[in-house]
């Protein structure tokens, strides 16, 4: 160990952070800002890796298009990597490109920031069935990720969404909303004219649980009554409240404000008698999904989604639920299940399956006996699971930086620290890897194509400041162009 603390310090301690999303930047961040480095106490060099060409991970390829001031946050951290002092490897995957023995061999400590991706399981009959969405993957489409396919089959005239999140807020707003309000966003082309043509005329959100106990928040709520000609439908015999209802609105200022905003469309909806839109927004408590069943009722050729099959639950005094044995048919053509997220494993870690996590304590990595690995880290949603805004990843970010500087003098040092190995390793595997330059070329591009776009149709008044470039291989060509 003593070695370690010779060989780094008398050169830049090299971190490696794999994920550009908001918890990489804001870890290369805080670092390179943190006490001990600005003192003169030791320097850092740091490689951000990102598995996309582009970096910002959710803000990017998460965060709806139509809530414009959060995909601004990414103003923010483009000041962070474009200080110069952080170098962005974009386009490479870590477990595909590189090893977990080649980052040993760069770096003195890695940081893990992988996020989640992928949508957690929803373990009912039919969940298979053509017509069964995960709502990750809708979010992916309409947010014009890399790796989707193009096309996206909307088709359905009724759809559920299960799920009482934010993220179920998002996608149900989506598949409601008229694709002429979505233009002014960044959504690509293909997004928008699959919109346009959507069929839907009714989008049915479940919670299974109360109005008192939904996990979205309150301006998201608010935001589904400005979608324009869409009325908003709720069910009176859903409004149930037990005990620990009573205790959250009394006790939690965005309970109270979600309960006030739902009760008073129950009673808008009823009072009034206006001209009834084109689409309608259904929001139901208390039914848990128990089975979505087919167009047909042959077991080994069930067809398409014809339905879901709900439980009647009944809030049990502590704010859970238990069932009520009355079962509810609602005939639907698409489900899209927005239920949460869940992390992937990463190659030579140990992995917590159940939470989605990398096992770590505060940020640090634990072996399968629940020892710390040396040198090895987490932060964000790989740390702590997903849940939570893009603001939580900092105070992630801070703990896991605080440990990493806690144990710099001990950590395991890269046997080939020189910045420039790295590179010569991507090049002699041939990984087309992009870089911080070429980010600003994409982004660039993307601007420059909502200007013409904008220009062309100035007619009409209408303007879109960016358009996504979508697929992987446009988007390393214009980078490394
Ligand atoms: C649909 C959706 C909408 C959201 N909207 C909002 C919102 O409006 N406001 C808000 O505050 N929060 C929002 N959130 C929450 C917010 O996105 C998260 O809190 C935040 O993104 C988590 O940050 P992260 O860096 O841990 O993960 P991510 O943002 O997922 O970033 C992880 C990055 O790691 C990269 N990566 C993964 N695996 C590898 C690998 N093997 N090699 C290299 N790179 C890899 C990924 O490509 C990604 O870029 C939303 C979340 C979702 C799912
Ligand atoms: N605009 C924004 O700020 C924004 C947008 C999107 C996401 N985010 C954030 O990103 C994080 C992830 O959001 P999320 O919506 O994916 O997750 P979430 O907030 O954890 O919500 C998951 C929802 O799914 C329900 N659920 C879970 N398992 C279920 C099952 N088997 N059957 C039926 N319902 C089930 C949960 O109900 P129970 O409560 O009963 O478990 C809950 O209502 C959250 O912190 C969210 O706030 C923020």
Same mark, same amino acid.
């Given at each position: 160990?003593?070695?370690?603390?010779?060989?780094?310090?008398?050169?830049?301690?090299?971190?490696?952070?794999?994920?550009?999303?908001?918890?990489?930047?804001?870890?290369?961040?805080?670092?390179?800002?943190?006490?001990?480095?600005?003192?003169?106490?030791?320097?850092?060099?740091?490689?951000?890796?990102?598995?996309?060409?582009?970096?910002?991970?959710?803000?990017?390829?998460?965060?709806?298009?139509?809530?414009?001031?959060?995909?601004?946050?990414?103003?923010?951290?483009?000041?962070?990597?474009?200080?110069?002092?952080?170098?962005?490897?974009?386009?490479?995957?870590?477990?595909?490109?590189?090893?977990?023995?080649?980052?040993?061999?760069?770096?003195?400590?890695?940081?893990?920031?992988?996020?989640?991706?992928?949508?957690?399981?929803?373990?009912?009959?039919?969940?298979?069935?053509?017509?069964?969405?995960?709502?990750?993957?809708?979010?992916?489409?309409?947010?014009?990720?890399?790796?989707?396919?193009?096309?996206?089959?909307?088709?359905?005239?009724?759809?559920?969404?299960?799920?009482?999140?934010?993220?179920?807020?998002?996608?149900?707003?989506?598949?409601?909303?008229?694709?002429?309000?979505?233009?002014?966003?960044?959504?690509?082309?293909?997004?928008?004219?699959?919109?346009?043509?959507? @069929?839907?005329?009714?989008?049915?959100?479940?919670?299974?649980?109360?109005?008192?106990?939904?996990?979205?928040?309150? /301006?998201?709520?608010?935001?589904?009554?400005?979608?324009?000609?869409?009325?908003?439908?709720?069910?009176?015999?859903?409004?149930?409240?037990?005990?620990?209802?009573?205790?959250?609105?009394?006790?939690?200022?965005?309970?109270?404000?979600?309960?006030?905003?739902?009760?008073?469309?129950?009673?808008?909806?009823?009072?009034?008698?206006?001209?009834?839109?084109?689409?309608? /927004?259904?929001?139901?408590?208390?039914?848990?999904?128990?089975?979505?069943?087919?167009?047909?009722?042959?077991?080994?050729? @069930?067809?398409?989604?014809?339905?879901?099959?709900?439980?009647?639950?009944?809030?049990?005094?502590?704010?859970?639920?238990?069932?009520?044995?009355?079962?509810?048919?609602? @005939?639907?053509?698409?489900?899209?299940?927005?239920?949460?997220?869940?992390?992937? @494993?990463?190659?030579?870690?140990?992995?917590?399956?159940?939470?989605?996590?990398?096992?770590?304590?505060?940020?640090?990595?634990?072996?399968?006996?629940?020892?710390?690995?040396?040198?090895?880290?987490?932060?964000?949603?790989?740390?702590?699971?997903?849940?939570?805004?893009?603001?939580?990843?900092?105070?992630?970010? /801070?703990?896991?930086?605080?440990?990493?500087?806690?144990?710099?003098l001990t950590l395991p040092p890269a046997q080939n620290p020189d910045p420039q190995a790295i590179i010569d390793l991507l090049h002699e595997r041939g990984i087309e890897y992009t870089t911080w330059e070429g980010w600003i070329k994409l982004d660039a591009h993307e601007l420059a194509l909502g200007a013409e776009w904008s220009a062309a149709e100035s007619a009409n008044g209408i303007e879109r400041e960016r358009i996504k470039v979508v697929p992987r291989e446009d988007?390393?060509?214009?980078?490394?162009?």
């Amino acid at each position: 160990m003593s070695n370690s603390a010779e060989s780094t310090s008398s050169r830049p301690l090299r971190v490696a952070i794999v994920g550009a999303g908001p918890a990489g930047v804001y870890a290369a961040d805080i670092l390179t800002k943190s006490n001990e480095v600005k003192d003169g106490d030791f320097q850092v060099s740091i490689d951000l890796f990102e598995a996309y060409p582009a970096p910002y991970g959710l803000i990017r390829y998460g965060v709806a298009p139509d809530h414009p001031r959060i995909k601004g946050i990414v103003n923010a951290l483009h000041k962070v990597l474009d200080r110069g002092d952080i170098r962005f490897l974009g386009n490479v995957t870590y477990g595909r490109d590189l090893t977990l023995h080649d980052f040993r061999a760069f770096y003195d400590a890695v940081i893990f920031s992988t996020g989640a991706i992928k949508d957690a399981d929803l373990d009912i009959p039919g969940i298979g069935l053509e017509g069964s969405f995960g709502g990750a993957d809708f979010v992916s489409w309409y947010d014009g990720h890399p790796d989707v396919p193009r096309d996206w089959p909307l088709e359905a005239k009724e759809i559920a969404v299960i799920g009482n999140g934010n993220v179920a807020l998002d996608v149900a707003r989506m598949l409601v909303k008229h694709a002429d309000e979505l233009l002014v966003t960044e959504i690509p082309d293909n997004v928008y004219r699959a919109l346009k043509d959507s @069929p839907v005329t009714d989008v049915h959100v479940f919670g299974r649980r109360g109005p008192a106990q939904v996990k979205f928040t309150p /301006l998201e709520l608010r935001e589904l009554s400005h979608a324009k000609d869409v009325d908003i439908v709720l069910y009176p015999e859903d409004f149930e409240f037990d005990e620990a209802s009573d205790e959250a609105i009394r006790s939690n200022n965005q309970i109270r404000t979600m309960v006030n905003t739902l009760t008073n469309w129950l009673v808008e909806e009823h009072a009034e008698a206006e001209e009834p839109s084109s689409r309608r /927004l259904h929001l139901h408590f208390l039914h848990s999904p128990v089975e979505i069943y087919g167009t047909t009722d042959d077991a080994a050729n @069930p067809g398409k989604v014809a339905g879901v099959k709900f439980e009647r639950m009944q809030l049990d005094g502590t704010g859970n639920v238990k069932g009520t044995g009355e079962f509810l048919d609602y @005939p639907v053509q698409a489900v899209y299940r927005a239920i949460g997220y869940h992390g992937s @494993p990463l190659d030579e870690l140990e992995y917590d399956a159940r939470r989605g996590v990398v096992p770590n304590e505060g940020g640090r990595v634990l072996d399968a006996e629940g020892n710390a690995v040396p040198g090895i880290y987490a932060t964000g949603w790989i740390k702590r699971g997903p849940v939570g805004l893009i603001g939580h990843t900092k105070g992630d970010a /801070l703990e896991t930086i605080g440990f990493l500087l806690e144990d710099r003098l001990t950590l395991p040092p890269a046997q080939n620290p020189d910045p420039q190995a790295i590179i010569d390793l991507l090049h002699e595997r041939g990984i087309e890897y992009t870089t911080w330059e070429g980010w600003i070329k994409l982004d660039a591009h993307e601007l420059a194509l909502g200007a013409e776009w904008s220009a062309a149709e100035s007619a009409n008044g209408i303007e879109r400041e960016r358009i996504k470039v979508v697929p992987r291989e446009d988007m390393i060509e214009i980078s490394r162009g």
